[in-house]
């Protein structure tokens, strides 16, 4: 469990819950699941474009997957205040 202190510190009681989707991340050599397939696969739970055509719905797709996939990367800068992206 992660409590916020009033001066935005934070303590993680559990560190195992917050990085999960970057420990299997780490793990595709042996799991097939490196960012860029968890993006595929996580993007339509995350972000919900309004898609009213094939069209629309090609043109918002893969820019939504590489968002995903940059957060998934990226989570020590996006999630955890480290200083540098990776």
């Known amino acids: 469990m992660m409590s916020i202190h009033q001066d935005g510190d934070h ?8 990085d999960a989707v970057g420990r299997v991340a780490q793990h595709s050599s042996s799991n097939s699941m490196d960012s860029k397939n ?13 898609i009213t055509s094939m069209d629309t719905m090609y043109l918002t797709t893969r820019p939504l997957e590489e968002l995903v996939q940059l957060l998934i990367d990226q989570h020590g800068f996006f999630f955890h205040g480290e200083s540098e992206v990776n």
């Open 38 to 50: 968890l993006a595929i696969c996580w993007w339509p739970t995350l972000m919900w474009p309004e």
């Open 11 to 18: 303590d993680d009681d559990d560190d195992d819950d917050d």
